[in-house]
């Protein structure tokens, strides 16, 4: 059990001035929203995020066990928390295009969860796969090096065939927050093909990078 809930909101929170530095490939210019606060290298009962997110990314080779039932669990409680925040009417404005995970289709290893979480958000929801990757890499918490927005971009392709009727707003989803070098690639992708939508990311939580806060000496006299 979580042992605090501190790090998690049911409200969408704005990756801000104060946040952006800890997603380094992120500018300005960028509009993204998440819920939690994950702790990076903190285990499952450290706060409620963190087992949401250990949940999630839980291994497909567990599929038919009772670990692979809390995953769908979490999966549709995800979806819930996004839909309580969009107003149903501007449903039909919005289009969902998970940002692909580090497998492609075909490996074992593939797992599609955060195209679950979209189409858990309601059964009316424009979840379109437009982007997929065409060779398997390291998911971004198996390694240390920053990414290289170039490299990824050499690695992913559109189903053009999806793109059409262009939506009034588009939300890449993904699960995790952690440099920002997925969102910026793949929004600079839907923006060539859709170049009059608005688009922002939506993430289940973001990764929180503790600020080292130097010690002061000070010298009271009582």
Known sequence: MATSDESWSAKLRTIGDLDRP??????????CYFFGEYTAGAGYAHSRTNSIIKNLKKNPSLRNTVQWQHKQTTIRDCGAAIAANIKQDHLPQVAFVPIP????QGNPGYDDRVTQIARAISPK???REIIYSTTDRDAMHAGQVRRDPNALRSILSIRHNLINNHPTYAVLLDDMLTTGCKFTVCKAMLTKVWP??????????RRAIPKLRGVVDLDLDF
């Open 196 to 205: 009059n939508t608005s688009i922002v990311g939506i993430f289940i939580a």
């Open 125 to 127: 929801a424009d979840v």
């Open 22 to 31: 800890d997603h380094w490939h992120l500018t300005a210019d960028d509009v």
């Open 101 to 104: 995970p580090s497998k492609c």
